[in-house]
């Protein structure tokens, strides 16, 4: 298949899949039992909001609020009552640990071909959908079996229960090792103004020279706590966020929209009207030298 291009904000990223994802995505793993406990109505409520704000993707994994928010979202879905064919829902599996109805001893990686098969049965069961989106091995293990566990996605896509599947917090080569049979479609990694490491090692790059899309999670990084690199930031993003009439949020998001990859980012409030602050930010256009003023606060020093 030839590479197709996807509008993603401002951005075209060029991409050998199909999927188009909102230019910020809605994570979900504190509307559940980590976080608001949102009933289903609440659940729904954000869904709107979301929508409204035009967020049509809204990030998952299995563990999320101990095995449960999947199942307290799909509750919240069929409550909205939004029709499965404007929304993209991701998940993850991989990760487990002694909580809920998992009895596991110790918190491992599980990607044998039955694990990920059952994970991703549960996942459709909860979300109440017949399909998934995309389907995201959730961390690297040092016992995966490439070839098993690309081999039970590549089936589950076969048989429509996921239409792509990629993988979470994976390093250049190691998707690499991946790759040498089938590319991962996906990447979500942590990336923000106060985590640039994936600019910098290889990560980002790797995936661009392979179309794989780029996600996000954590994307407002350390700004908002009481860090070095806040401190350093602060007189910055409050000159700019005038000069550029916006939040400081929407500010930092923009600096994450503005990198080539069109990697994008996965918010994780819980909160309606914040939900549609954050989801303006790609619509703002942040200059170069702008970016690298951010980017020299955020390290402390000027770029080499």
């Known amino acids: 298949m030839e590479p197709v291009q996807v509008c993603i904000g401002f951005k075209i990223l060029r991409t050998s899949h199909e999927m188009k994802l909102s230019p910020i995505i809605a994570g979900t793993m504190k509307w559940g039992a980590w976080g608001a406990r949102l009933d289903a109505k609440g659940f729904a409520t954000n ?15 299995d563990i999320y609020g101990g095995y449960t928010t999947e199942a307290d979202f799909g509750a919240g879905f069929v409550e909205s009552s939004v029709d499965r064919s404007a929304v993209v829902f991701i998940t993850k599996c991989g990760i487990r640990y002694p909580e809920g109805n998992n009895p596991a001893q110790v918190k491992h990686y599980d990607y044998s071909a039955a694990h990920i098969r059952q994970s991703a049965e549960n996942s459709l069961r909860y979300l109440r959908t017949d399909y998934i989106d995309i389907f995201l091995l959730h961390r690297p293990s040092p016992l995966l079996d490439a070839e098993e566990a690309i081999g039970a996605l590549e089936q589950l896509k076969s048989e429509g229960k996921i239409r792509e599947w990629g993988v979470s917090n994976f390093t250049a080569p190691q ?4 790759a040498a049979i089938t590319p991962p479609a996906w990447n979500q990694i942590e990336c923000s103004l106060t985590h640039t490491a994936p600019m910098l090692d290889g990560t980002l790059d790797a995936m661009q020279t392979k179309n794989t899309g780029g996600m996000a999670w954590s994307p407002l990084g350390s700004v908002f706590q009481n860090s070095p690199e806040a401190q350093r930031l602060k007189p910055v993003l ?67």
Not at 256 to 282: F, K, Y
Request: glycine share 4%; net charge negative; aromatic share 6%.
């Open 47 to 61: 869904i709107h909001a979301a929508l409204e704000a035009g967020i049509h993707t809204f990030d998952h994994a």
């Open 175 to 178: 998707m690499d090792r991946l």
């Open 238 to 304: 409050e000159r700019l966020s005038e000069q550029y009439e916006c939040t400081t949020a929407q500010l930092v998001l923009a600096w994450l929209h503005r990198h080539p990859s069109g990697i994008i980012p996965v918010i994780g409030t819980t909160q309606p009207n914040r939900i549609q602050e954050l989801a303006a930010a790609h619509r703002i256009q942040l200059d170069t030298l702008d970016w690298f003023a951010l980017t020299e606060a955020s390290w402390g020093h000027k770029v080499p």
